[in-house]
């Protein structure tokens, strides 16, 4: 392989900091179609869809937050700059889907 055509570090931190931008993005589209009105207008979801539907917010909340944890901590490394989560580990622990409701 061709060290010419090795991407920098700040090449590397750029990128990834750009595709995790794209995902958080994506997420809030994810949010907001979640959101909308549905037809036949003025029906009620199912309690397992409402369930669901509960469920998909918390967990996209959750995946935005630690998008921004990411994020920072690259930004912190591109700035040489003390990381503001040290251990990463526990926010990953942290995120665990909510018990599902007993039908």
Same mark, same amino acid.
């Given at each position: 392989?061709?060290?010419?055509?090795?991407?920098?570090?700040? *090449?590397?931190l750029h990128n990834?900091?750009? @595709?995790?931008t794209?995902?958080?993005?994506?997420?809030?589209?994810?949010?907001?179609?979640? @959101? @909308?009105?549905?037809?036949p207008?003025?029906?009620e979801?199912?309690q397992?869809?409402?369930?669901?539907?509960?469920?998909?917010?918390e967990?996209?909340?959750?995946?935005?937050?630690?998008?921004d944890?990411?994020k920072?901590?690259?930004?912190?490394?591109?700035h040489a700059?003390?990381?503001?989560?040290r *251990?990463?580990?526990?926010?990953v622990?942290?995120v665990?889907?909510p018990?599902?409701?007993?039908?």
């Amino acid at each position: 392989m061709n060290e010419q055509n090795l991407p920098t570090w700040n *090449d590397i931190l750029h990128n990834t900091r750009a @595709s995790l931008t794209t995902a958080r993005t994506s997420l809030a589209d994810a949010r907001d179609h979640l @959101s @909308s009105d549905w037809r036949p207008v003025g029906t009620e979801l199912a309690q397992h869809e409402t369930d669901a539907r509960t469920c998909a917010f918390e967990l996209i909340g959750q995946a935005k937050a630690l998008i921004d944890q990411a994020k920072n901590v690259l930004y912190d490394a591109a700035h040489a700059t003390t990381p503001r989560r040290r *251990d990463h580990r526990s926010a990953v622990a942290q995120v665990r889907p909510p018990a599902p409701t007993p039908p």
